[in-house]
């Protein structure tokens, strides 16, 4: 091993790091705030990524339509919802607004040349298609058990992400794909070459972490949501409602997934199927930050980028079990240092 | 009253068809992955089951299609489903070889002949007692490794860096290629292996490198075949590549692009069918399907397919036979049919031609591969 070896070796490890800290950091958001481990983070980064290449494959994503029938659904269960209530059948403005917004992305990207799009528009496109995604699969799925201990809402989750590898597999394909680079400059930095792309992700990834960083500590919205994951009980007496706080974090996560996705597409091939390891990793992250620290969750799945570069270079058979069994001594001194606390009661 | 005599006369219809002489129908199980990890090689062979033949003399043929969803576990209970309620007479699959692996010792213990379209030698070599009842319609691994070796060889190429994937598929093609390398003086620099779903391949690649061999093996079924390429290609390695039958479809094209330029591979036929001279005896048989199949699917079919149709080839050369001893649905018929598969000669079929011997149940010779090189983003035979 030799300098440049160590560079270039650093260099991945440090560009799949970034993309990992930044679903640590969506994960570590979602449980906070909602006590949801929100495993189909991975399919976000899967959908975002699949979806722009089906774009640039000239086809119309079929994604919008899960849009749809998401929105179709949200929007009975408004009129049940509100027929109890009132005991008229009426659609509430905002799921008119939801499910019309659903149908018209779906008309328009079946009507757009979308493979003809510039590339900015294809990405604005995806977020627009998948991200919604987010808020509402918690509104679906997780807001009618909010109350509900963390194992029942991990199972949740366990089971939305299964559903959502299969609809993945029926919506993208079996067929990996990759999407084309955004950009391609040749750069040179004395022996190492580090790819344009890959220096695209760390510098969006650390511009994101400070952006994000700075919204929880100065906008309302962002104090909101660390007051509910501080002390949940004590916000919604504040005035916080719940509902807004877990909606507006299924958005960032949403957000943050699809970001990711797009961002390391051009570099990998994606299949319907990898979010689960991906999402993993940024997980093993967040537990190095015990759940709770950020800084420390954002550094820790750098640290996995890092072991992951280095560990297939040494011993390539066993590099999931190196980056995994480092999950144990973390998890020892993290027990060592931590009381029990008991699980809140609501 | 009426509704009564309804039902009683439905019921007795319905008795009366269970009742009939089983002779009229053969019942074939066919389990594939097509969902899950596998479904990239599952998806086509699900496909090609309705373009399996009907009708076999005068039996007309029953599949039963399961779906695996690319796990083991699920594969062996839909063998014990298939056998013990279905009472099937054969099975065609399953697509994986982990799943085969574990379906074997079933197909022994209930008798049935079993048609595996996977990729991996182990699941007939080393014959044995559980393995006789397994056949298996892909060409074995050293065959694919013997013509990439010949061709090593020929140009004069004295070192390779073997990269495979962390699965039987990529373990065996090591044990296989390492053997055959040594045999004809190859040295093998650096062994690598990697997951299908790794989003970078950048330190195995740099440890390739840096062992500079002359070429470079690439062992991974499918789209996965492509990321060690990209990357060896983008650190800059200017020596040849070599793949597998595993990386023989579509989509390596598409994804590699200019990158996967020159890449020389072993496989069969198919992809190169236009080139191939009509004298190929499987050419014909190759055309006749890809021709069915996209007229079905509408789009052409990976290799993985045309595995799931040779099996039903061999079962419609075999089953005539085996129908001479005992009537579907017996284990005699059974044990019929996979003596009659065993001793299956000079059959045709899309990806060259089966000779079945007690010692060789895959049967393939050297008709049953071609070289094939990528030329102006295109498979191309090399000559």
Not at chain 1, 165 to 170: A, E, T, Y
Not at chain 1, 308 to 321: D, M, T
Not at chain 2, 14 to 22: K, R, S, T, Y
Not at chain 2, 294 to 305: E, I, Q, V, Y
Request: proline content about 5%.
């Amino acid at each position: 091993m030799n300098l440049q070896i160590l560079l270039i070796l650093a260099q991945d490890g440090v560009t799949n790091g970034a993309v990992y800290a930044l679903l640590a950091l969506s994960i570590l958001l979602a449980f906070s705030v909602t006590r949801v481990l929100f495993i189909p983070q991975g399919e976000f980064v899967v959908y975002g990524a699949l979806t722009m290449a089906s774009m640039q494959g000239g086809k119309p994503p079929l994604v919008a339509w899960l849009l749809v029938a998401f929105s179709l659904v949200e929007a009975v269960a408004n009129l049940a919802a509100r027929y109890r209530r009132t005991r008229r059948w009426r659609l509430s403005r905002v799921a008119a607004a939801q499910l019309g917004y659903a149908v018209v992305l779906a008309v328009l990207v079946r009507v757009l040349p979308v493979s003809h799009l510039p590339v900015l528009a294809q990405v604005l496109l995806t977020f627009a298609l998948i991200v919604p995604l987010g808020p509402q699969m918690y509104r679906l799925f997780y807001q009618p058990l909010a109350g509900s201990s963390v194992l029942v809402l991990m199972m949740v989750s366990i089971a939305l992400h299964m559903a959502l590898v299969g609809l993945g597999l029926l919506m993208f394909g079996p067929e990996g794909q990759r999407i084309e680079p955004f950009v391609d400059v040749p750069l040179q930095f004395g022996a190492i070459n580090p790819g344009s792309q890959a220096l695209l992700i760390v510098l969006v990834s650390a511009v994101l972490m400070i952006a994000m960083q700075q919204i929880f500590a100065r906008t309302v919205y962002g104090k909101a949501l660390r007051a509910v994951a501080f002390n949940r009980l004590g916000a919604r007496l504040m005035g916080i409602s719940p509902a807004f706080a877990g909606n507006a974090t299924f958005f960032v996560a949403a957000c943050l997934g699809v970001l990711s996705g797009i961002l390391i597409a051009p570099l990998t091939t994606l299949y319907f199927d990898s979010g689960f390891l991906i999402s993993l990793k940024g997980f093993v992250g967040s537990i190095i930050g015990g759940l709770v620290s950020y800084p420390v969750a954002a550094l820790g799945a750098l640290l996995v980028g890092l072991i992951e570069a280095f560990s297939a270079f040494w011993a390539s058979p066993y590099k999931e079990i190196i980056v995994f069994t480092l999950l144990i001594p973390v998890l020892w001194w993290r027990s060592l240092k931590s009381r029990h606390i008991e699980e809140e009661e609501e | 009253m009426l509704l009564k005599s309804i039902s009683m006369t439905a019921l007795v219809a319905a008795l009366a068809v269970c009742a009939l002489p089983a002779s009229a129908q053969l019942k074939i199980g066919v389990i594939t992955s097509s969902t899950g990890s596998g479904a990239l090689v599952g998806i086509p062979q699900k496909n090609t089951v309705p373009l399996l033949p009907a009708k076999i003399g005068d039996l007309s043929v029953e599949y039963l299609s399961l779906d695996d969803a690319s796990d083991p576990t699920a594969a062996v209970t839909a063998f014990k489903k298939l056998v013990s309620e279905q009472n099937v007479d054969a099975v065609i699959g399953p697509t994986g070889s982990p799943a085969a692996m574990g379906v074997i010792q079933f197909a022994a213990q209930s008798g049935t002949p079993m048609l595996a379209p996977t990729g991996s030698a182990a699941v007939v070599l080393p014959m044995n007692d559980q393995k006789r009842w397994v056949f298996k319609t892909t060409q074995n691994d050293d065959l694919i490794a013997k013509a990439l070796v010949d061709h090593m060889t020929k140009t004069g190429i004295r070192t390779v860096g073997f990269i495979g994937l962390n699965d039987p598929f990529g373990e065996n093609w090591y044990r296989v290629f390492s053997g055959l390398a040594q045999q004809h003086h190859i040295r093998i620099t650096d062994s690598e292996r990697y997951q299908r779903t790794d989003s970078s391949v950048t330190g195995q690649a740099l440890k390739l490198l840096a062992s500079r061999p002359d070429a470079v093996l690439i062992a991974a079924p499918g789209g996965a075949s492509i990321l060690p390429e990209t990357t060896l290609y983008d650190l800059g390695y200017k020596g040849r590549f070599y793949q597998t039958h595993g990386a023989a479809l579509p989509d390596f094209l598409k994804l590699g692009g200019r990158k996967v330029e020159g890449t020389v591979l072993a496989a069969s036929l198919m992809l190169v069918l236009p080139e191939i001279a009509d004298s190929n005896p499987s050419k014909q048989v190759a055309t006749r399907y890809i021709d069915a199949y996209r007229k079905l699917n509408g789009s052409t079919p990976a290799t993985f397919g045309a595995n799931v149709y040779d099996a039903g080839l061999l079962l419609e050369h075999a089953v005539p036979i085996a129908e001479k001893t005992a009537r579907p649905g017996t284990p005699q018929f059974r044990s019929a049919l996979r003596d009659a598969l065993e001793n299956t000669h000079d059959l045709v079929g899309t990806q060259g031609v089966y000779n079945m011997t007690p010692a060789d149940h895959s049967g393939f010779d050297e008709r049953g591969r071609v070289l094939i090189t990528v030329k102006d983003g295109n498979w191309a035979l090399v000559k």
